[in-house]
């Protein structure tokens, strides 16, 4: 089957840095997404990776081993504004998103 | 990224009507729309995927005649919740994939449907 594991929850202060960890099993492979969904909201696009290796874009890292069937999503100098959940989406052999509960992420000042 | 809106933002309505729901792809051609279903504090549920032009491919479990969905155009996508029970209360919300990138999705505002 599918499945994607993250950490239910977890907690950070402004202005650290924090690690959020995604395992992953699809059938096939095609990219995983990472999104971010403040609440009562809809996600927004975060981050791609098709490839092995990291991808930077600003404060947000994000990592992939597909070997490992393993992501993170790395935030750094964190704000209040980052408080939400943040989804990672691995893209099975159909092109269909696969989504898991997200990590509920809580910055404390 | 692609703009994506979604209307109504939220709509109360009695049990027994019906609700339509559209999104609008405002500044590119999507060749597919993608509808979920999000409960508090759950993961996003595809509910269906719909081609402009074609019947959508509803997902398992998703009853096609309740949940009617037309994509009439490469702009334009439908939902509608028909005979709407309280149960059916939801975050529904669609997204978009640009034509000739299949793999990345736009979402919506979402709109938030409460049925009494």
């Known amino acids: 089957g599918q499945n994607i594991d993250q950490p239910t929850e977890m907690t950070a202060t402004e202005g650290a840095i924090v690690q959020i960890n995604c395992t992953y099993q699809t059938s096939g492979f095609n990219g995983l997404f990472w999104y971010q969904q403040h609440a009562g909201e809809a996600p927004t696009f975060l981050s791609y990776n098709v490839l092995d290796g990291l991808e930077e874009k600003g404060r947000f890292s994000s990592f992939l081993s597909r070997s490992k069937g393993y992501s993170y999503l790395l935030l750094k100098e964190l704000q209040m504004k980052d408080s939400a959940s943040y989804l990672c989406a691995p893209m099975d052999s159909n092109y269909q998103l696969i989504w898991g509960a997200g990590t509920k992420l809580i910055i404390k000042p | 990224g692609a703009v994506v809106s979604q209307h109504p933002s939220w709509v109360i309505c009695k049990s027994g009507t019906s609700v339509k729901i559209e999104c609008r792809s405002l500044d590119f051609q999507a060749t597919t729309m993608f509808w979920y279903r999000q409960f508090p504090k759950q993961s996003l549920m595809l509910m269906a995927t719909?081609?402009?032009?074609?019947?959508?491919?509803?997902e398992q479990g998703v009853e096609k005649d309740k949940f009617l969905i037309n994509h009439a155009s490469l702009t334009l996508s439908t939902l509608t919740v028909t005979s709407a029970h309280p149960e059916d209360s939801s975050f529904y919300i669609c997204?978009?994939?640009?034509?000739?990138?299949?793999?990345?999705?736009?979402f919506g505002p979402g709109t938030r449907l409460t049925v009494t």
């Open positions: 997204s978009v994939s640009e034509r000739g990138r299949t793999y990345e999705q736009y």
């Open positions: 719909s081609n402009e032009g074609s019947k959508a491919t509803y």
